[in-house]
């Protein structure tokens, strides 16, 4: 089963609403986690790079305020859209590194965000 | 800025043949991880690569790495339709800020 889940798998939500996203890995601690977007037909590419704890490393071009990220234990890290607009519409994946430093990482299943 | 370049972007090619996949990139890393993806799922780790010269194999993909050329092949031998996905190498970078960065994918379609 999976180690690493997301929910929600869906959403829809109005422009201008916010909407969190959570991933948890599920019988391990996950020091660091990774979030990606992934926009139809392309790569997943990097948003930030969260440690529980600590405040997320946010990729270039990455906006802070919007897309906020909170790794408050080892369990579990969140991604909150705010103000979401219809071009924030994806596929959001997480992805948790089981223990410091390894090379052991899982991957959620991936949330579909839709903005109306 | 590091930089994941895999190439093809796009491959097409009958059952039965034999292809290899290419992903180059910019910085020093001795982990290099493949991943399978299909249509609107996440994705199925394949392979980890761990040291120059690594080379795994599972059933008919084969993997390698080349840490001095930072380069790394996924070989498809005899190829059959159940293959037919879009591919990823992703570079794990530990050393300082940790990062695990995303070549732009390989869609492969394996006719019959």
């Known amino acids: 089963g999976a180690v690493v889940s997301q929910h929600p798998s869906r959403v829809i939500c109005k422009s201008g609403t916010s909407v969190k996203i959570e991933c948890r890995s599920l019988d391990f601690q996950a020091t660091t986690m990774f979030w990606y977007r992934q926009f139809p037909k392309q790569s997943l590419m990097l948003m930030a790079t969260s440690n529980e704890g600590s405040k997320a490393t946010y990729e270039q071009g990455v906006e802070k305020d919007k897309f906020l990220i909170n790794h408050a234990s080892l369990t579990l890290s969140t991604l909150t859209v705010t103000s979401a607009h219809p071009e924030d519409s994806s596929f959001y994946i997480c992805s948790a590194r089981k223990g410091a430093l390894t090379n052991t990482i899982y991957f959620g299943e991936g949330s579909w965000l839709t903005v109306v | 800025e590091l930089k994941v370049e895999q190439n093809p972007l796009f491959l097409s090619m009958q059952e039965g043949k034999n292809y290899t996949i290419y992903c180059n990139y910019s910085t020093t890393s001795d982990r290099l991880y493949w991943y399978r993806q299909d249509p609107g799922k996440s994705l199925e780790s394949l392979f980890v690569l761990l040291s120059n010269g690594a080379v795994k194999q599972e059933g008919r993909l084969m993997a390698s790495l080349d840490t001095k050329a930072r380069l790394s092949t996924l070989h498809i031998t005899a190829a059959v339709h159940d293959l037919s996905a879009t591919y990823f190498c992703?570079?794990?970078?530990?050393?300082?800020?940790?990062?695990?960065?995303f070549g732009q994918g390989t869609r492969l379609t394996i006719n019959p």
């Open positions: 992703a570079v794990d970078v530990i050393q300082g800020a940790q990062k695990l960065v």
